[in-house]
């Protein structure tokens, strides 16, 4: 996980770490561990993913919340499609060959009582540019990003709606991280 560890906040301690498309929950696991006192809410959209998620995760009880879902701009339905070639990779969108339930941040935000996001893992296979646009307002309640940015339009889009919220940007290997300082 070091392309995660590579701008991480160097002080205090976070509290929620979102990990969006967790797959089978190992960037959650990676983070738990690092951070013994945080809570990670992690949400993927894939039904074999998620089982495995649950039980590499179970040890970590309430540490965890795992949702069987996919982020989406509104609540409702989308379609997932696994790619063949690279099984790790779903896509979410109104085609595929899955329906999987969409939630809005706002929405997990609010039923979890989350008000603030320290870290931000998001890995969504080409869904940045649904999620982060318009510029989303829910922006302002983060402090850090690790995202990989899948095409041309969904950096674009990203870095638009980052800078908006006063965040500056470094890459490490495939991982954006977007702060609002970096030392």
């Known amino acids: 996980r070091s392309a995660y560890r590579a701008w991480l906040p160097a002080h205090g301690a976070p509290e929620w770490i979102f990990d969006l498309r967790a797959n089978i929950g190992d960037s959650a696991v990676w983070f738990l561990a690092r951070f013994p006192s945080a809570r990670v809410l992690a949400i993927e959209p894939d039904a074999g993913n998620y089982e495995l998620a649950r039980r590499n995760l179970a040890p970590y009880g309430d540490r965890v919340i795992l949702l069987h879902a996919a982020l989406w701009p509104s609540d409702g339905v989308v379609r997932t499609r696994t790619e063949t070639v690279n099984p790790a990779g779903t896509e979410v969108g109104v085609t595929g060959d899955e329906a999987c339930a969409a939630v809005s941040m706002p929405t997990v935000m609010a039923r979890d009582q989350i008000a603030h996001i320290d ?51 470094r890459a490490y290997r495939e991982v954006h991280v977007f702060r609002r300082t970096f030392e």
Not at 121 to 131: F, L, N, P, V
Not at 144 to 159: F, P, T
């Open 119 to 169: 870290i931000l893992k998001c890995d969504i296979e080409g869904t940045e540019a649904s999620i982060f646009q318009p510029p989303p307002s829910w922006l302002a309640d983060i402090d850090h990003i690790c995202i990989e940015l899948h095409d041309a339009n969904c950096r674009a889009v990203v870095r638009e709606a980052t800078s908006r919220f006063g965040f500056s940007e």
